[in-house]
């Protein structure tokens, strides 16, 4: 009798569903559903090599994400979309400058919405330094994009 054991099955199953936020796209989950069957066929000893129960289980994780991810993302759509925001929401908001600012790199950190986020300079020579605050012109991606605000401006996050 060669293969693994049965709990080893049932941990990786437990695994992977647990995982399946911190990887979202509805593929790990099934692979996690995947080795709870295999869990449950070991136990019974219906496949006893190794090589017998990695085949169960991609086969069958495989299956069920050809059968059900679609089925699953119907039901549960915000699993898979992210709902995207407007940007001109953000515009023109204050942000507290965390690390030094410039337009030549997005090494600079703001404090947004409870958060610090990348952010940039809109002009290339601008400079706005840690403890000021910046407006927000724009967003590249994950980065912010901003200007320098007047000084004594408050904070509006």
Request: aromatic share 10%; charged share 20%.
């Amino acid at each position: 009798m060669g293969g693994f054991s049965y709990t080893v099955w049932l941990v990786l199953g437990l695994a992977l569903i647990i995982l399946e936020p911190l990887v979202p796209g509805l593929v790990v989950i099934f692979l996690g559903f995947g080795a709870l069957l295999t869990a449950a066929v070991v136990y019974f000893d219906l496949i006893p090599g190794m090589a017998g129960q990695i085949f169960f289980w991609l086969i069958t994780s495989g299956v069920m994400i050809g059968l059900l991810r679609e089925q699953v993302r119907k039901i549960f759509p915000s699993l898979e979309k992210s709902e995207g925001s407007d940007e001109t929401e953000y515009l023109d908001r204050e942000v507290e400058v965390i690390n030094l600012v410039d337009g030549k790199s997005d090494r600079g950190r703001v404090r947004f919405m409870g958060t610090t986020w990348k952010a940039r300079c809109q002009s290339p020579e601008e400079q706005i330094p840690a403890g000021s605050y910046a407006k927000i012109a724009g967003r590249d991606n994950l980065t912010l994009i901003v200007y320098g605000a007047p000084q004594g401006a408050s904070k509006e996050n």
